[in-house]
């Protein structure tokens, strides 16, 4: 009863460097997103997928890709990490296009240097 | 897009006291009003959550009330206790989940 697991959990990459975060969620979802959290801040949208095979941007999507390939993988992709990168990245699952509960990942601690 | 405002960003209410945290709303499409609690390096938590064809609901300490008229939801807190002490963060759901800023409660003793 895994819920949503996230992949890696803390990471330390320098300016430039790229990687990729795995968002895993075994609830047979239909929607999921990325969002990141910085100190004093709430959780802003980074990218969001209402299935398989499709993406949108939410409200701060640049620097940042996504992939949706199979509907239980949610990847976040940066090409070319910089400082204003780093926060901490949470990833979160929704069952259906009304309203359900959102069950959230344990985050990713990200740190660019 | 959506956009969630809340207020206010911190608030200390002594123990046994009550709390309020208020939120609006753009996306009139919304139907889905959630609150979280996030403590310290943990991830949120649902707490209660209402929907758009509810006007309040209640769960023990826990109430929230919406108003879809005004675009506004709020939370309430009764008899608060130290470990109430969090963040919370309300959220509008309609095409996408979109999150406010967050409240830093402070539950004095």
């Known amino acids: 009863n895994a819920g949503v697991t996230q992949t890696p959990k803390f990471r330390v990459l320098k300016t430039g460097q790229s990687m990729t975060l795995l968002c895993a969620q075994d609830m047979n979802h239909e929607y999921m997103y990325w969002y990141r959290q910085d100190p004093g801040m709430g959780l802003r949208l980074i990218h969001y997928?209402?299935?398989?095979?499709?993406?949108a941007k939410g409200e701060v999507p640049d620097g940042y890709n996504v992939s949706r390939l199979k509907k239980q993988n949610f990847l976040l992709g940066l090409e070319s990490a910089a400082p204003s990168q780093t926060s901490v990245y949470f990833c979160a699952s929704t069952g259906d296009v009304l309203n359900t509960e959102a069950f959230f990942g344990q985050g990713t601690r990200l740190t660019v240097v | 897009g959506e956009n969630v405002e809340q207020h206010p960003s911190t608030l200390s209410v002594q123990e046994g006291d009550s709390a309020v945290i208020k939120c609006t709303y753009s996306d009139s499409a919304s139907n889905y009003f959630p609150w979280y609690k996030q403590e310290l390096g943990k991830r949120p938590q649902l707490i209660i959550d209402i929907r758009s064809n509810v006007g309040e609901k209640k769960d023990q300490r826990i109430a929230v009330t919406l108003n879809k008229t005004a675009k506004h939801f709020s939370l309430h807190i009764t008899e608060t206790q130290p470990e109430d002490s969090a963040v919370y963060f309300c959220a509008a759901k309609g095409q996408n989940f979109v999150f406010g800023p967050g409240t830093r409660l402070s539950v004095l003793p």
């Open positions: 997928s209402v299935g398989e095979g499709t993406t």
